[in-house]
Every structure is written in structure tokens, then in C-alpha cells.
């Protein structure tokens, strides 16, 4: 089932039974090689997790490493849920957003659309985002995007993504201080609000949206928040992803704020996992609240509760919660009449 | 199974695995108010059933009343198998026709489409339909309706209907009494019988084919055979439902007759329940055999023996029968691999 957090169910009712592209922004931040912020990926690896994520999403193989991405502790990337879902319930299409990857992925045929953009540097000193140039790519990418498709699902794999989102929120005004989840069961807040303080000391008065940007955010969050505004509610959008998706649209706020504009989202929604909606350690209810436009919300009633496998159990208990789209992609794997059973047996496979 | 009323099986066997639109057709008839003339919904709350059909098929919520249309009896809409069928096995898109609605859905996003259709009144006295604006709504519609689909699924919720459509079909001299199928299980002959022959009463000898429509008839049966012969055989078409989906093809037969025109049927069918086919008090076959084109009808070979639940026994006895397009739907089900187990569960489900 697909439950709901803000709005009535129409929105999602409508898409049952309707196919999808599905689109994964990939993005690397320096600020995921400050040590033991995030556990998305290998150590001292990391960077790889977005290109790896996106092998695998695509092709059921990681091409650049020997194995998938996963925590430390061997929780495995949510990249298999998305997987799982596309085998199961296939998307009519897939497309890749090279946000700034220091390494592209190994695949042939599937479209990857490259903007120019480079890995961003760590908010801690100066994420040094060329933000104007980003924002306007994403808005051009929007106005021009056409598919076939009744709707978009957009899924991310940006590691330390949830530091940046809640360095960005924070500067951006937000009362969004404990309400930011994490790849980490125990959110290791002070190494995570140490970096976060850091980058707002940054921060001068008289900076304006897109210099604040340009210091604490990250690629993905910029991006996505230009190609929600480029599409303008032409298509029906659903943003796959927890607080990071919910942090892109306080930054379209925030942008429409300054700006004096205004923006009609009935076509836009925000989809996550079960796990991330009942986090006691973040509050994405509370950040969609803050915006001043209304958002379909929903999680997918999704959970690891009947898998044998140990490091499937990990979810169950806070690692990793979200990411490459998972709770969005369970949800359309949930209006297409796929059991739950068939999609934990289909991400048990990979890990035999 | 699907098993065959008239015709080969190949039409229904070329179906299956693909996807199809289920399109709803919507209606009041102040005939149902007649006391005891229907127990298709609540009593004093009868015309709501439509209404309340369409949210529960489109959300899988009633939101114009407490709780779903059921008869007196408690036997439930079989709005409930067309939602189990959805979320088993999805339409692609699901759009509702307004012919004439007291009230309104209250649904977002899907798609509602209007005629600018009237309620009808009662044949009792003189339903008042202006037929030939219904009729040619309806030829337009179906010359200009595009979908990708392979094929469109037609259900219709009219209370009263069955009334309705045996006023219409002895109205048009086809030798239909005691054909008629009805929500009851002991058909209430004499109220239903009284009101035919009040109806009838109000035909002159004069009266020409769009006359007697509008005397005797409901927008639902003239809209469909006006959709029939707008489509004009250019899209597979699936009339889901029983002896009224059977008088629309008489209507469309008195009416080529009239005009002296052909049509070709190749793509039309007919799919009813087993509750339908099966039924002593009724006769669909004999209905559909008085037509003068060639028509595939099939029902679904689908029951209640394996519930535990009493309500949905009683359509195993005899209750209710059909509408909200259950025969269709359930064919549409059966012919994507949906095991009746799983259909039986889901419903099930609803109850408790």
C-alpha cells in the first residue's frame, strides 16, 4: 500500500497501472570524504556509490568495483530495491543525470545527459558550486524534457547528500535543525553539525539565494529544484527520495520566494519509504509543512520484516532508510499490483 | 476461465495480456426513487450508488457517504470486484462518463467527462430525455476518442437500469419479457411489471425511434449505443455488463434498422458475469441473439463458493448479479494471469 503523509490519495491513485521513466540524479560532493559522515558506500570509495548505483539500477552489474556499494556494516545499497522493482515491474525507461560524477558509469545505450557539471568541493570550506549555472541548466533541461510517459519518477544517489540538505535548509532559514535523517542508524550528529556549522560560518548577510547555494548545497539539490520549476507542472512529477527531496522543494520555496513567483504543483509529488516517514530522528512531514505550496506526500508501505536476510534486517532497524529512488519505485511497483513478497524475494537474489 | 455466451473465443483470447481503459458510465433515472424498484444502494439514498461507485473504483474510498452503496440486504456494490481487479491486475487509465449524475465524484485527476447530461425522470410518467442530444454526444464522442490502449472496457452504474432497459427493449417490439436480469434475487415483477407497463402506456403509435428513447428509456443505454456507432468498429470495445449492456446493442439494432444502416462488429463483445448467465429469472443469451450483426459475449467464470464472508455469498444465490463493469473486469483479470484466489482475498479485504 501507499500511505499517505500530505494530500489525498487522487494523485497517486491516478498513476495506478501506469508506466513510468525513471530518472536517477547522480552527484558527488566532497563532502562525503570527510571521515565517518556517511556510511552510503564503501570507505574511502564512496565516490563511487552514485556511479555503482547506477550500473547496477541499469544493468543488474557493478562495472567500476567488484562488488555493490554498501555500508561498513554490510547494509546493501537501497539500489537493490530499485532494481528489484525494475525487474519486476519494469520501467518503460531509464535515464541517468550526470550531476557531477567523478566517474561516469560503465554502460552502454541508456541515455545520460551531461551538463558540464563538476563534482562540487566540501561545504565544510566552500562547496564552490557554480549555482547560477547549474539552476539554469535544470530549468532548460525541464522546459525542454518530453516523454511519452504519464509520469516521472526521479530518484537521487548523492553521498553525505542529507549534510548538504540540512547545511542548505538551515541557510536557507529553515527551522530544519533535527528534522534531516541519515544513512547512519545513529545519526552521527557531531561530525555531521560540525561540517554543517562550518559551511554556515560561510555564510555572509549579504548573500544572496544562489551564493548561499553555491557555498552549502550540492548539484543535485540545485538541479532538481531548476528542473521542477522548468517543468512548470507540464508532467507529472514524483520526487523519489526522503528529506533531500523534501529540502529540493524548500529550495524551489525559497527561489519562488525571492523571486515573487508562484507555482501550480497539483502534478507534483513527494514519495519515500516507510522507513524514512517513521524515523524518530528526522521529520520529513516537518519540512513539507514548511513550504507555502501544497504536496501530494506519500511512503510506500514497504518492509523487510519477512526476509531471512540479516542484512536486509538492517533497514528494518534504521540503516540506510532511502535512496536511488527506493520508496518512489516501491510505490510503483505497489499501483502495479507487484506483491511484497515477489519484490523481498527478488532483492533477496541479489544478495545469494 | 472466460467461457463463450455467442461467438469463437478468439476476440477474448487475442486480449489477453494486454492492457485496457475502463470507462464508467454513470447515470440517474427518477425511476429509481419508485418504491422497491431497486436494491441497488441505499434506500432514500439510491441515486448516491453511481456516485459513490466511481470514488470507490477510482480511490478505493467512498467520500459522497459514509460507507459503499450495498442493498438492504448487505449484499456490497460489485463496485467491490472492479477494485480488486484494478489493484490486482491496473487498468492503464480509468475515465468516468457523467450521463446525467445527481451528484457529482469527488475525485481529483482522473478524468470526468461531461455532456452536459441531465438527469433522467421517471418512466413511470415520461423520462424526458432529450435523446437525440445524448445520442449525438455520444456518436461525437466515440468518432473522436483516442487512446493507446488496446482496448476499452465499458461498465455503466445505473440503479434501476434493468427496469429501464426492459421498458426499452419491449418498447422497441423485441420480445424481451421475462429476459431482463435484476439486483434482486426474486425479481420484484410487480412494481418492476407496473412501471414497464405505466411506460409503455405513454407510447403513441407515432412515436419514432428517438420518441420512444425518450419516453422509456436511460441516458446510460442511449449514450452506449450512440458510443458504438461513433467508434464504428475502429477500437475494440468490451461492454461489461448484462441484460443492459444487451438492450444498448437492441438500441443499436433498432436503430441501423431505422437509418438502414450496417455496422460492422468485429471489435464489439460482450462480457457478463456467471451470476448473469446463469440466472432462471433472466435470459442474456436470448437477448443477444435477437440481433441482426454477429456479437462475441462471454462471461467470467468466477463465484463466491470459496468465501468465508455471508455478504458476497449472496451473490452465489442470486443477489445483485452484475454492474460496475464485474464481468468485464473480472475477464480482464482472469486473462492476465489473476488467480480467483487472489480476486476473492482482495475483496475480502474490503470487508473487514
Given at each position: 500500500m501507499v500511505k499517505n503523509i500530505l494530500g489525498k490519495n487522487d494523485y497517486i491513485e491516478f498513476l495506478r497501472g501506469k508506466k513510468a521513466t525513471f530518472m536517477l540524479a547522480l552527484s558527488n560532493t566532497q563532502t562525503a570524504n570527510i571521515k565517518d559522515i556517511t556510511q552510503a558506500g564503501i570507505p574511502g570509495k564512496i565516490y563511487l556509490t552514485p556511479t555503482l548505483d547506477s550500473e547496477f539500477v541499469c544493468t543488474?552489474?557493478?562495472?567500476?568495483?567488484?562488488?555493490i556499494a554498501q555500508t561498513p556494516k554490510g547494509v546493501p545499497t537501497p539500489a537493490l530495491i530499485t532494481r528489484a522493482v525494475h525487474l519486476l515491474n519494469p520501467f518503460s525507461n531509464i535515464e541517468l543525470l550526470n550531476l557531477g560524477l567523478e566517474l561516469k558509469p560503465n554502460i552502454d545505450y541508456f541515455k545520460i545527459h551531461d551538463f558540464g557539471i563538476k563534482p562540487s568541493k566540501s561545504i565544510a570550506t566552500?562547496?564552490?558550486?557554480d549555482s547560477q549555472f547549474v539552476f539554469q541548466a535544470a530549468v532548460e533541461f525541464g522546459q525542454n524534457y518530453t516523454t511519452n510517459d504519464e509520469y516521472i519518477i526521479l530518484g537521487e544517489s548523492v553521498p553525505s547528500g542529507t549534510t548538504t540538505a540540512l547545511a542548505t535548509a538551515l541557510a536557507l532559514g529553515?527551522?530544519?535543525?533535527?528534522?534531516f535523517s541519515s544513512s547512519?542508524?545513529?545519526?552521527?550528529?557531531d561530525i555531521k553539525q560540525q561540517t554543517v556549522n562550518q559551511a554556515l560560518a560561510n555564510i555572509k548577510d549579504d548573500d544572496d539565494i544562489f551564493e548561499i547555494l553555491s557555498k552549502v548545497s550540492d548539484n543535485m539539490l540545485i538541479f532538481t529544484a531548476g528542473f521542477i520549476l522548468g517543468l512548470n507542472n507540464s508532467k507529472k512529477l514524483i520526487l523519489a527520495g526522503g528529506t533531500q527531496m523534501a529540502c529540493a522543494l524548500l529550495v524551489v520555496n525559497s527561489i519562488l520566494k525571492t523571486m515573487g513567483g508562484e507555482i501550480e504543483t497539483s502534478n507534483l509529488s513527494l514519495i519515500t519509504t516507510k522507513w524514512v516517514y517513521e524515523d524518530k530522528n528526522s521529520d520529513i512531514k516537518a519540512l513539507l509543512e514548511m513550504l507555502d505550496f501544497n504536496i501530494n506526500a506519500y511512503y510506500s508501505d514497504f518492509d523487510f520484516t519477512t526476509t531471512y536476510h540479516p542484512a536486509l534486517k538492517l533497514y528494518d532497524e534504521g540503516e540506510a532508510k532511502e535512496g536511488v529512488g527506493a520508496g518512489g519505485c516501491l510505490a510503483y511497483a505497489i499501483i502495479n499490483g507487484i506483491k511484497k513478497e515477489a519484490i523481498v524475494n527478488k532483492i533477496e537474489s541479489f544478495l545469494i
Open positions: 543488474g552489474e557493478v562495472r567500476s568495483l567488484e562488488d566552500n562547496a564552490n558550486i529553515y527551522d530544519a535543525q533535527d528534522k547512519f542508524k545513529n545519526n552521527p550528529k
